[in-house]
């Protein structure tokens, strides 16, 4: 599973609407043009975007976020830097652009980590196994098992989980994802052994001397023990046989 999201908007409505406004609300008649802008919107993981003025003047360019940073100031072109971020929470930093007394405003959003998992569950079969969880996060990440027969690793964008051998009564672990501030958690649940038996060939004794072909399926020893006289038991591979 493969989600993919795309963050970088245009910023041209938002342009008219607060580029060129002051902090009290006023506009400023002579105020710092821009033609465009792609500074809003940020992934957690971070990146960077431009300014471009409409004119070709000297202008001073501030953050008020140490996270956001001015990295290039030169002509018409003015690149933004923003950090990866390990918040739950959207955050917000205003640029600000100033030409003398005139002063544009433009405000830097980023996104907060997310995590998304395929499931949250895996159930094992006492024999164990191996099965894959797609996940998707933007920021490094670490993920643990608090149990030592349920082991987890990474393959490119999925969580590979393996289960060993269960000879005991079901259990259950957990599997933790942290990203930045944030956590998921998957459920890992393995059966207890079980006996299973399969359908009896030919079906029924007809005779002294015949015998009926038992399958099972269990992952630990079996016994068969009888309390009969007129017929008689013997285990081979995976299969029970009753001779009469």
């Known amino acids: 599973m493969k989600r993919i999201a795309t963050y970088l908007l245009p910023l041209v409505a938002l342009l008219a609407a607060c580029g060129v406004e002051e902090h009290n609300g006023s506009y400023d008649a002579t105020r710092v043009f821009i033609e465009s802008a792609n500074v809003s ?6 990146g960077s975007g431009t300014i471009i003025l409409a004119n070709d003047e000297k202008v001073t360019v501030t953050s008020d976020q140490p996270w956001c940073r001015v990295t290039g100031n030169a002509g018409k072109t003015i690149s933004i830097t923003v950090d990866t971020t390990t918040s739950l929470s959207e955050r917000t ?6 030409a003398g007394e005139r002063r544009a405003y433009l405000p830097v959003t980023q996104f907060p980590v997310y995590i998304v998992l395929e499931s949250e569950n895996i159930g094992f079969s006492a024999r164990g196994g191996t099965e894959e969880i797609a996940y998707e996060t933007p920021v490094n990440f670490t ?11 990474v393959d490119g964008d999925k969580l590979v989980v393996n289960a060993g051998l269960n000879e005991q009564a079901a259990r259950t672990a957990t599997i933790s994802f942290h990203a930045g501030e944030r956590s998921r958690a998957i459920t890992v649940v393995q059966r207890q052994p079980t006996l299973e038996l399969g359908n009896a060939t030919p079906g029924y004794l007809a005779a ?4 009926l072909k038992v399958p099972y399926d269990c992952i630990l020893p079996v016994e068969c023990l009888t309390t009969s006289n007129w017929f ?9 046989f009753i001779t009469a």
């Open 41 to 46: 919107n940020f992934p957690p993981s971070g």
């Open 93 to 98: 930093a205003l640029v600000t652009i100033a």
């Open 143 to 153: 993920v643990t098992s608090d149990q030592s027969w349920c082991r987890v690793s």
């Open 208 to 211: 002294a001397g015949s015998v």
């Open 232 to 240: 008689s038991t013997t285990i081979e591979g995976d299969t029970l």
